[in-house]
């Protein structure tokens, strides 16, 4: 297969690299990469980067022209992605809205629906979170026990959602809730979209060993949302949030898998300076992860290759998460032995608070990868399968 831009990709790859350019200075480019879509670090300049982004239409480029995007295709949106990387732009703050909840309103919802929330992705006005996992539903959508009901022209909705990433700073919510009380399974689910500022939710913070709260535990106690914030049709929300989990689990994450290769540069530069690189055996740690690494690129490669060809990602979704998770977190070991004994050490900030470095972060980050958007266990079931056709793993 031939990698090499075509003159159009050529001619767009220079039009982005011009682009950031011009605008990827002062306290945005202070700012740097930082540590992927989850991380809070630096969120007002971000926020203030994302607009910037949203005005020349960066934000939702993959969209349809007339719902404001570009239009772009896999190979410019790969094309972007990877310029972004290089140039080490902050990281985005609209993955949720732009990239997990747009594509799956593109595909599922009206034109009302639409012409309401596209926009103020775009122009960042409102930001999104994913209710999804629940405290005996983690990986197991088909166990939600969320409901919602029907009173007049609202939804009312009670339950539980946890993990909930950038809940306590998110304008909407796209939650997956029971709506066929006498259902069971992945059968009677619905896709609402909620409001997240009313009195009916509460926002707990969830600590992570990274010392940020990201992540959150979200009560719904008689919610509300309009009648027709439902995307797709009333009792099928499980096709929709397996197609919001495809997108999740394959194009979404590009940026992050490239940024992967900005971090083996640094902690083998952390590596040289301190003297880690003179052993043998850490050497040949760091050429696994290398070649592990390019194993992940042309992986990619092969997933977006046959998204491009038949419009849609199916089991190769799941190798891919399987396969990069699994990854960064073996090469957050790989960054603690580089450290060795400092490793074992981090700043105190005073307050009990304390600061970690880019090598902690890795390493307790890393850990998290294997369990969100659908477990490691759940992806072997998937290759399993629907790949291998072995028989269903008994419940």
């Not at 297969?1 to 990827?24: G, I, K, S």
């Not at 926002?203 to 010392?211: A, D, I, M, S």
């Not at 003179?278 to 977006?304: I, T």
């Not at 890393?366 to 399993?384: D, F, L, M, P, V």
Request: charged letters at 25%; one cysteine or more.
């Amino acid at each position: 297969m031939d990698f090499r831009d075509t003159p159009a990709e050529a001619a767009f790859r220079d039009e982005v690299r011009t682009w950031l350019a011009d605008h990827l200075t002062g306290e945005f480019a202070e700012l740097g990469p930082g540590g992927g879509p989850a991380d809070e670090t630096g969120w007002d300049v971000r926020a203030e980067w994302e607009k910037v982004l949203g005005a020349d239409r960066w934000v939702g480029m993959s969209w349809p022209v007339e719902h404001g995007g570009r239009g772009a295709g896999v190979a410019e949106q790969i094309i972007f992605n990877e310029e972004y990387a290089k140039a080490g732009a902050p990281a985005r703050i609209s993955f949720f809205g732009e990239g997990l909840f747009a594509p799956t309103l593109i595909q599922f919802g009206t034109d009302a629906q639409k012409q309401r929330f596209l926009p103020r992705i775009q122009q960042v006005e409102e930001l999104w979170c994913q209710g999804f996992s629940e405290p005996n539903a983690g990986s197991d959508l088909a166990n939600i026990q969320t409901r919602a009901v029907l009173d007049g022209d609202e939804w009312v909705i009670t339950g539980q959602k946890v993990w909930t990433t950038f809940a306590h700073r998110a304008d909407w919510c796209f939650v997956v809730c029971r709506t066929d009380p006498e259902s069971t399974g992945h059968h009677g689910l619905s896709y609402l979209l909620v409001p997240m500022h009313q009195d009916g939710i509460e926002v707990r913070p969830l600590r992570q060993l990274t010392g940020s709260a990201e992540f959150n535990e979200v009560f719904f106690d008689g919610a509300r949302t309009a009648k027709e914030n439902v995307l797709g049709p009333v009792g099928e929300g499980w096709k929709v949030a397996m197609a919001t989990l495809g997108f999740e689990r394959g194009t979404a994450f590009l940026s992050s898998q490239l940024a992967f290769e900005g971090e083996f540069d640094h902690v083998v530069g952390v590596a040289r300076k301190n003297g880690a690189l003179a052993d043998p055996s850490l050497r040949d740690e760091l050429a696994r992860s290398y070649a592990s690494l390019q194993v992940m690129k042309f992986n990619g490669m092969r997933m977006l290759t046959s998204l491009l060809q038949t419009g849609t990602l199916g089991p190769e979704a799941s190798v891919g998460k399987l396969f990069w998770t699994t990854w960064h977190r073996s090469f957050g070991e790989t960054a603690m032995r580089v450290l060795d004994a400092d490793g074992l050490t981090v700043a105190h900030a005073g307050g009990g608070d304390y600061e970690i470095d880019k090598l902690h972060h890795i390493f307790m980050s890393s850990r998290a990868e294997t369990i969100y958007a659908g477990s490691s266990e759940i992806q072997k079931n998937i290759i399993g399968e629907r790949v291998l056709g072995l028989p269903r793993e008994p419940r």
